[in-house]
């Protein structure tokens, strides 16, 4: 099964980072983290590395969260980019 094996994570990472240069947005970027990451999982063994080896289902969960979770963190540091609209909660004539 590829999928178990940990170098096609990271290959698949190196991949998705690559794709990420020519399209801006850091999506694939949370995704390239998020496959990084489930290969060193499964690269270290482990309990967890045992599930996700065992269990497609459940490494693509772990993948999807791990992926969600660089995503979110990438959108923190990041933040807004330019040109994008800025939505306003608070109007500055209102007391």
Known sequence: MMWSVWWVWLAGAL???VLEVFVSGY???GFAIG???TGI???IGG???TLMAGSLPATMLIFAVLSLIAWALLRKVVGV???QVKVWDRDINED
Do not use: K
Request: aromatic residues 0%; proline residues 6%; charged residues 10%.
């Open 15 to 17: 991949i998705l980072g």
């Open 27 to 29: 999506i694939l970027l």
């Open 35 to 37: 496959a990084a990451i």
């Open 41 to 43: 999982l499964l690269g």
């Open 47 to 49: 309990p967890l590395a």
């Open 81 to 83: 980019r330019d040109g």
